[in-house]
């Protein structure tokens, strides 16, 4: 039996302390859903899928650095589409690019999430493709899905089919006929709507007062065809004007996930949850473009490894950070030798991998008496439990914090933790992330190390947690 508990602490920040004392109290017998083998992924523009000007493919089975990194971060899902997949002046690609994609995901070992042209598409093209896709690689395919973000009123203006969400349902839908004629048995997931409204400054693009994404789910919920319900969500909005500092605030502030993320759940998630159906954050970042020395900065990593963690909580599938070439929003960019390099959140990837195996807990006690901006996640297996524990103090706010972990109804033999920080330690605006001591390269495995913890015969230790960083524990 599989363990997963989520517990947020401390929704105000508070001036800076020497150290600050937290409790966690586990009740391991209290089980919920399982997080997904799948969850970590990476999204991707359909154009990547298109060669070179020297007819050489991104996504290859060749691109030996790139099937590493994959396997080393511990990424399982891919998805393809963004922007690109519905632009014109962009090529839909052939069968030979498809035969390179799904060879790299046989090699990289990641299901794909295949994304067909919708804006002035070809249904007849986008059939034959899928039923190529369905024909060789079904074992390697997610999901189908069709067009992107097709709620923005752009959208609307360069497709006279798609005025609004009625249209765009029905336009949808006769794509989708198509496909599974070709390809039957095929399952799709959408609508991958853009806007993330009420998250504050989102775009409103609700059709009568309901989320695009919302009403997809409800419409389609009977149709036996949808895998998964797709969201995007950038929290942040546009990365027009925001400063560096203000950028590294608000990513580790209390808000972006104890207020944004509830609002975009319980506004619209929460209902596809009560359909049945899953939902996956398929496009996701913390800006729109990125703001240079924050998104591709250390605190970028402790924002993704507790946006990671606090939708798996609520019952996500999973999280597809987007990779757009090359921004600073990237996980995994090609710099401008031509050598891929990761930015430190490829560390909080790996990091979520570690600490992520189990279900939820539905039953904790928390006591944060400071109210330290500190976020705590536990998840495991009924011998194994894993914690993570991000402290999110940094600047003036700084603060190690001394946490006790508490299980109840659990027996232990032993423990150990890893550390995830940037490098130099405890700077947010670092470009380099560790975890147990070690990177993360495209020509060799992570060698990092965890570190023996003492625990009681119940699983009780205590560790100190310092100020910008994270720890994952392992008590088993």
Request: contains cysteine; negative net charge.
């Amino acid at each position: 039996m599989k363990i997963f508990f989520l517990c947020t602490l401390g929704l105000v920040q508070i001036a800076a302390l020497a150290q600050s004392p937290v409790t966690l109290t586990i009740d391991a017998g209290t089980r919920g859903a399982a997080v997904p083998d799948d969850f970590v992924g990476l999204s991707f523009e359909t154009s990547n899928l298109l060669p070179d000007k020297n007819g050489g493919h991104f996504f290859s089975a060749e691109n030996q650095p790139l099937v590493n990194l994959f396997r080393d971060i511990g990424i399982k899902n891919i998805r393809v589409g963004g922007g690109t997949v519905d632009m014109a002046k962009y090529a839909v690609p052939d069968q030979a690019d498809i035969d390179h994609l799904f060879a790299f995901a046989k090699a990289a070992d990641v299901k794909v999430i295949y994304s067909f042209r919708l804006l002035n598409g070809d249904k007849t093209n986008a059939a034959a493709l899928a039923g190529y896709i369905w024909q060789h690689y079904h074992p390697q395919l997610a999901t189908f899905a069709i067009g992107n973000e097709p709620d923005w009123r752009s959208y609307h203006n360069q497709d006279p089919k798609i005025t609004s969400y009625p249209s765009y349902l029905a336009d949808w839908k006769d794509f989708a006929t198509a496909i599974v004629a070709s390809a039957p048995g095929a399952k799709f997931a959408g609508p991958d709507t853009g806007s993330n409204y009420p998250v504050p400054g989102a775009q409103d693009t609700r059709y009568d007062d309901q989320s695009w994404t919302r009403r997809f789910a409800d419409d389609e919920t009977k149709s036996g065809i949808i895998a998964a319900i797709f969201q995007h969500d950038y929290v942040g909005q546009s990365a027009k004007g925001v400063s560096v500092p203000a950028a590294v605030d608000a990513m580790l502030s209390p808000g972006w996930i104890g207020i944004d993320c509830p609002a975009l759940y319980h506004a619209v998630l929460a209902f596809v949850a009560a359909d049945g159906l899953a939902y996956r954050m398929t496009e996701c970042n913390d800006y729109t473009g990125g703001v240079d020395g924050a998104s591709n900065a250390f605190a970028s990593a402790l924002w993704a490894l507790d946006y990671m963690h606090w939708w798996a909580a609520h019952g996500c599938a999973g999280v597809n950070f987007h990779n757009k070439r090359w921004i600073y929003t990237d996980t995994i960019y090609l710099d401008s030798a031509g050598n891929l390099q990761i930015n430190p959140k490829a560390c909080a990837l790996k990091a979520f991998g570690l600490g992520s195996h189990g279900n939820i807990i539905t039953s904790a006690k928390l006591s944060n008496p400071d109210r330290v901006n500190v976020d705590c996640y536990a998840v495991g297996y009924s011998t194994n439990l894993y914690v993570t524990i991000i402290n999110k103090t940094h600047g003036s706010t700084s603060t190690d914090t001394i946490v006790t972990i508490q299980p109840q109804h659990f027996s232990a033999a032993g423990g150990k933790y890893v550390v995830l920080e940037s490098k130099p330690a405890g700077d947010c605006l670092a470009k380099d992330a560790v975890l147990g001591g070690a990177t993360i390269t495209s020509t060799a495995s992570w060698r990092g190390s965890w570190t023996p913890l003492d625990v009681s015969k119940t699983g009780q230790c205590q560790l100190t947690v310092k100020s910008a960083s994270a720890v994952v524990v392992h008590i088993y």
